[in-house]
């Protein structure tokens, strides 16, 4: 009897998977991913000026000595961290861009998708990292080429979802033309009370738009 016990024992003991170890790399990884998430959670909640290391490690759990055997110095933790934000919001762009219907131009959702885009706390908070970068020499030296890169992917986006338009002349200014239109709407609205007017400035917007892309640029 006690050595048929101890056989299903073994048995049931045999049946549980073990768990596998994780390599060196894994770890690595984790503790990367960590730091990066808390460095943009921080971001969003306290602004690139009050943005601390010390701050960075409490929120991802990790000593100051851990951080710095991933990043050298803190210039190269915020360039990870925005790159690692930049590559967030194109990810949320592009899923809002797929859930367009395909049955019209796509013209108003898709400026409606790039506002809701613009109203995101990580957006927002990459606009902060932009304003940061003007008398911050260091900050400017990372962000610029990350601000490059990101540029550039917003184009292939919008050629994707313009299709018919991309090869027009002009298509790439005016992209950019709304892009700075955005932003300008989100700046004022962060500062002063005339959203009441958003949807105004958005039919308008539209309007521009349509004009240029049907009537040639």
């Given at each position: 009897?006690?050595?048929?016990?101890?056989?299903?024992?073994?048995?049931?003991?045999?049946?549980?998977?073990?768990?596998?170890?994780?390599?060196?790399?894994?770890?690595?990884?984790e503790t990367r991913s960590r730091l990066l998430n808390a460095t943009i959670e921080a971001l969003i909640e306290l602004g690139y000026?009050?943005?601390?290391?010390?701050?960075?490690?409490?929120?991802?759990?990790?000593?100051?000595?851990?951080?710095?055997?991933?990043?050298?110095?803190?210039?190269?933790?915020?360039?990870?961290?925005?790159?690692?934000?930049?590559q967030q919001i194109l990810e949320t762009s592009r899923r809002r861009i797929a859930e367009l219907p395909d049955k019209d131009d796509?013209?108003?959702?898709?400026?409606?998708?790039?506002?809701?885009?613009?109203?995101?706390?990580?957006?927002?908070?990459?606009?902060?990292?932009?304003?940061?970068?003007?008398?911050?020499?260091?900050?400017?030296?990372?962000?610029?080429?990350?601000?490059?890169?990101?540029?550039?992917?917003?184009?292939?986006?919008?050629?994707?979802?313009?299709?018919?338009?991309?090869?027009?002349?002009?298509?790439?200014?005016?992209?950019?033309?709304?892009?700075?239109?955005?932003?300008?709407?989100?700046?004022?609205?962060?500062?002063?009370?005339?959203?009441?007017?958003?949807?105004?400035?958005?039919?308008?917007?539209?309007?521009?738009?349509?004009?240029?892309?049907?009537?040639?640029?």
């Amino acid at each position: 009897m006690i050595v048929r016990k101890m056989k299903i024992e073994k048995n049931i003991t045999s049946a549980i998977p073990k768990r596998t170890r994780r390599t060196q790399k894994e770890r690595r990884m984790e503790t990367r991913s960590r730091l990066l998430n808390a460095t943009i959670e921080a971001l969003i909640e306290l602004g690139y000026s009050k943005l601390t290391t010390s701050d960075i490690c409490r929120r991802a759990g990790i000593s100051q000595g851990a951080l710095f055997k991933h990043f050298s110095t803190k210039a190269d933790l915020i360039a990870a961290a925005a790159e690692d934000l930049y590559q967030q919001i194109l990810e949320t762009s592009r899923r809002r861009i797929a859930e367009l219907p395909d049955k019209d131009d796509k013209i108003s959702g898709g400026l409606q998708a790039l506002w809701q885009a613009y109203q995101d706390p990580k957006l927002i908070a990459s606009l902060d990292l932009h304003t940061a970068a003007r008398t911050d020499p260091q900050l400017h030296s990372v962000m610029q080429p990350l601000v490059a890169q990101h540029w550039k992917n917003i184009i292939n986006i919008a050629g994707e979802l313009y299709p018919q338009f991309s090869s027009q002349n002009g298509f790439v200014f005016l992209v950019d033309m709304v892009m700075m239109a955005m932003m300008g709407f989100l700046t004022e609205n962060l500062i002063s009370d005339r959203s009441s007017i958003h949807e105004e400035r958005l039919a308008f917007l539209e309007t521009t738009v349509r004009h240029y892309l049907f009537r040639g640029l």
